[in-house]
């Protein structure tokens, strides 16, 4: 029976089964073989055998290859893997999936407080859990809102209009107040504007550029703090990593662009554009790595700090760099 229905959702409790086979420690490995054979006809998925003590501790496990190659007299107690590997029954259904990825193993015992085991998790019912964080996450990335169930149940294809919009429309509308700030910007610089019209033409080209590379940065890290490989006390060597990795990009891009603003406006505006592109973009990508570990220390979803958030930061701060710069280095 599944014992789903007796635990907090989202957690072991609720994606463990019992279907499992248990013996006590002081059995031969004849007499578990027998146990085996009359519990297992209506089990399914059965890979370990799980010997408890006394008080229904688990105290060993045995693979039901290595529980049919052991000497039938000889104790099962002796043979016994006490190096168990056991997920607790309140445990995040996220942490268990990344057991999983850490491990070879193909089903872990569920466990109370009191060591004692309540259910197995197999890994082939975390892989539909795997499949909804991904899908969450990705919402979350596109600005989409954090239930993923209601694309995973229906599908895309047959989701109502009302839900789609419903689930894409309130973070379109914080974000277009957020560019408000852009067109601020740009007002502010309006005279600057109006003396080198040239500098319109590569507006679009920079700020997108800081955007583009603070969403490749954080795609990077997400990714990196979801599977374990990166935690909250590896801000400081990500971010001294960033700055080397988003300054090669830099100086590469604005070589590129310097040629296009040569044609397009002369040395003044190509130094003006090279300069800013440099800064953008390692400005960009540093916005992008922090934001996931800003989320995460405020103990939210890294997956929030989406793409379209980032790159509505990166406008904000790109107009006003480049601007900036324009009106320094053209004293204008």
């Given at each position: 029976?599944?014992?789903?229905q007796?635990?907090?959702?989202?957690?072991?409790g609720?994606?463990?089964?019992?279907?499992?086979?248990?013996?006590?420690?002081?059995?031969?490995?004849?007499?578990?073989?027998?146990?085996?054979?009359?519990?297992?006809?209506?089990?399914?998925?059965?890979?370990?055998?799980?010997i408890?003590d006394?008080?229904?501790?688990?105290?060993?496990?045995?693979?039901?290859?290595?529980?049919?190659?052991?000497?039938?007299?000889?104790?099962?107690?002796?043979?016994?893997?006490?190096?168990?590997?056991?997920?607790?029954?309140?445990?995040?259904?996220?942490?268990?999936?990344?057991?999983f990825?850490d491990?070879?193993?193909?089903?872990?015992?569920v466990?109370?407080?009191?060591?004692?085991?309540?259910?197995?998790?197999?890994v082939?019912?975390?892989?539909?859990?795997?499949?909804?964080?991904?899908?969450?996450?990705?919402?979350k990335m596109?600005?989409?809102?954090t239930?993923?169930?209601?694309?995973?149940e229906?599908?895309?294809?047959?989701?109502?209009?009302?839900?789609l919009?419903r689930?894409?429309?309130?973070?379109?509308v914080v974000?277009?107040?957020m560019?408000?700030?852009?067109?601020?910007?740009i007002?502010?610089?309006?005279d600057?504007?109006?003396?080198?019209?040239?500098?319109?033409f590569?507006?679009?080209?920079?700020?997108d550029?800081?955007?583009?590379?603070?969403s490749q940065?954080?795609?990077l890290?997400?990714?990196?703090m979801?599977?374990?490989?990166?935690?909250i006390k590896?801000?400081?060597k990500?971010?001294?990593?960033?700055?080397?990795?988003?300054?090669?990009?830099?100086?590469?891009?604005?070589?590129?662009?310097?040629?296009?603003?040569?044609?397009?406006?002369?040395?003044?505006?190509?130094?003006?554009?090279?300069?800013?592109?440099?800064i953008?973009?390692?400005?960009?990508?540093l916005?992008?790595?922090?934001?996931?570990f800003?989320?995460?220390k405020l103990?939210?979803?890294?997956?929030t700090?989406?793409g379209p958030?980032?790159?509505?930061?990166?406008?904000?701060?790109?107009v006003?760099?480049?601007?900036?710069i324009?009106?320094?280095?053209?004293?204008?």
């Open positions: 029976m599944n014992k789903k007796d635990f907090k959702i989202e957690t072991a609720s994606l463990m089964k019992d279907e499992y086979v248990s013996v006590t420690k002081d059995v031969t490995i004849e007499e578990a073989v027998v146990i085996l054979r009359e519990n297992v006809k209506d089990k399914h998925n059965i890979y370990y055998m799980y408890v006394d008080f229904k501790e688990l105290v060993g496990v045995l693979t039901i290859r290595e529980l049919l190659a052991a000497d039938g007299e000889a104790k099962i107690a002796d043979v016994m893997v006490e190096n168990i590997v056991t997920i607790p029954v309140d445990e995040d259904q996220e942490e268990v999936a990344s057991v990825r491990t070879d193993l193909v089903s872990m015992p466990t109370n407080e009191d060591k004692q085991i309540l259910g197995v998790i197999h082939e019912d975390i892989l539909d859990v795997m499949q909804l964080e991904a899908t969450e996450d990705f919402h596109a600005s989409m809102g239930t993923p169930a209601d694309f995973s229906m599908g895309l294809m047959n989701a109502s209009i009302g839900l919009y689930k894409r429309i309130v973070w379109l974000l277009v107040f560019n408000i700030f852009s067109g601020a910007g007002a502010y610089f309006e600057i504007i109006a003396s080198n019209v040239a500098l319109v590569f507006l679009p080209l920079l700020i550029s800081g955007g583009n590379a603070g940065s954080a795609t890290v997400i990714r990196a979801t599977i374990g490989d990166v935690k590896d801000w400081f990500m971010f001294t990593k960033e700055i080397s990795v988003s300054a090669l990009m830099g100086f590469t891009m604005a070589a590129a662009v310097s040629v296009m603003g040569i044609i397009r406006g002369g040395l003044d505006i190509a130094v003006v554009v090279a300069l800013t592109m440099t953008i973009v390692i400005i960009g990508s916005i992008g790595m922090s934001l996931p800003v989320f995460d103990k939210l979803d890294p997956a700090a989406s958030l980032i790159t509505s930061i990166a406008d904000i701060v790109g006003l760099i480049y601007f900036s324009a009106s320094w280095y053209l004293s204008l």
